[in-house]
Nanobody, 118 residues
Framework: QVQLVESGGGLVQTGGSLTLSCVYS????????MGWYRQAPQKQRELAAA???????NYADSVKGRFTISRDNAKNTVYLQMNNLKPEDTAVYYC????????????WGQGTQVTVSS
């Protein structure tokens, strides 16, 4: 059974940094696309970043230049490095298998809260 377990969320001030991690288990990791989606209060869930099996990446316009998605296939882990955080980045961040754009994939993690104070 596929499982995704996120960690690394927290409270940070504007301009600060956080790194989220998502450990994947239950099937072969290095062939799947992985994405980070986020959902702010009263808003729809949206893609923040995604990375495919060959390392190509896709970012929301709002995070380009500030967020970096990466993967370590030896550790079955995908990361989201978030720099220069803004209050509008406040959301629950979810790891997702298979998502690339508007349409997420089929498996989700439990989510991790990121709160950016002004």
């Amino acid at each position: 059974q596929v499982q995704l377990v996120e960690s690394g969320g927290g409270l940070v001030q504007t301009g600060g940094s956080l790194t989220l991690s998502c450990v994947y288990s239950g099937s072969i990791f290095n062939i799947v696309t992985m994405g980070w989606y986020r959902q702010a209060p009263q808003k729809q869930r949206e893609l923040a970043a995604a990375i495919n099996r060959i390392g190509a990446t896709n970012y929301a316009d709002s995070v380009k230049g500030r967020f970096t998605i990466s993967r370590d296939n030896a550790k079955n882990t995908v990361y989201l490095q978030m720099n220069n955080l803004k209050p509008e980045d406040t959301a629950v961040y979810y790891c997702n298998r298979g998502g690339w754009g508007l349409k997420p994939g089929d498996y989700w993690g439990q989510g991790t809260q990121v709160t950016v104070s002004s």
